[in-house]
């Protein structure tokens, strides 16, 4: 990873099985990390896993609540100055088939999936843009194109997330600033590994590559995007998820 020494970088979600491997990147660099989990016995299982070092600072906010975003990003600005790399990584399900979805299932999966994504940039970006150079990375899902039957609300918001991605890319351009997404599909965590042995078989089936990805998969992605070499990519929602976007 190329050298990320003075850089304050920002990790949502940072305590799920994606955010770990983002974490753990970037926890070996010079770069000061602002991880934030939704609990604190999350972050508590995070800092055992990482690097006892001075640049690493975890939080634990609810960013469901726009308040609690609100006020997290506007203490990292009076303590830290701002953030120069935005890695909005936080998302949440809430499945059910959409007749049946309550409104309050909606809303909490557009607060964390788009909603604190858009305060955290919107806070963030005028310090990026005023010093000609940032990056932004939206973890986003492969069913943002493609649909997925009981995850209206996911799917929806994670499209919304996309949107954001591509119009901020363009409004920014001229910055030195950088907005990309990520679309994983299946990634091998915590979560699934609960899964039965069938359960796993009738999802590798669907994926051309025949199997699950990793959360380095992603990490990596996101450490080139967020490098030098990657300042002249912007707007792109990549797919990483094994070819299952083509099926």
């Known amino acids: 990873m190329n050298n990320l020494e003075n850089l304050n970088i920002l990790i949502t979600g940072a305590s799920g099985g994606i955010g770990t491997s983002l974490s753990m990147a970037f926890a070996s660099t010079n770069a000061k990390l602002f991880l934030i989990g939704s609990s604190q016995d999350k972050i508590s299982k995070l800092q055992?896993?990482?690097?006892?070092?001075?640049?690493?600072?975890?939080?634990?906010?609810?960013?469901?609540?726009?308040?609690?975003?609100?006020?997290?990003?506007?203490?990292?600005?009076?303590?830290?100055?701002?953030?120069?790399?935005?890695?909005?990584?936080?998302?949440?399900?809430?499945?059910?088939?959409?007749?049946?979805?309550s409104e309050n299932s909606w809303d909490k999966v557009f607060a964390i999936n788009i909603d604190a994504s858009m305060i955290i940039c919107r806070k963030f970006i005028r310090g990026m843009v005023k010093n000609k150079w940032g990056r932004i990375v939206n973890i986003s899902s492969v069913v943002a194109s493609t649909g997925n039957p009981g995850q209206s609300n996911y799917v929806a918001a994670k499209s919304a997330l996309n949107g954001l991605t591509k119009s901020l890319a363009l409004e920014v351009a001229t910055r030195g600033v950088t907005v990309n997404s990520i679309s994983p599909g299946f990634i091998d965590t915590a979560m699934t590994a609960k899964l039965t042995d069938d359960q796993k078989r009738k999802i590798t089936e669907k994926i051309p590559m025949g199997k699950m990805g990793t959360g380095e998969d992603i990490s990596s992605l996101v450490s080139f995007l967020v490098s030098n070499e990657a300042g002249y990519i912007t707007g792109q929602n990549i797919h990483v998820n094994g070819g299952l976007f083509l099926t």
């Not at 634990?60 to 890695?87: A, H, K, P, T």
């Open 48 to 101: 055992k896993k990482l690097p006892s070092r001075d640049n690493i600072n975890y939080f634990s906010v609810d960013l469901s609540e726009r308040e609690n975003v609100n006020n997290f990003c506007d203490s990292i600005i009076d303590q830290y100055g701002g953030i120069n790399v935005i890695i909005n990584n936080a998302g949440i399900t809430e499945d059910n088939l959409f007749m049946r979805m």
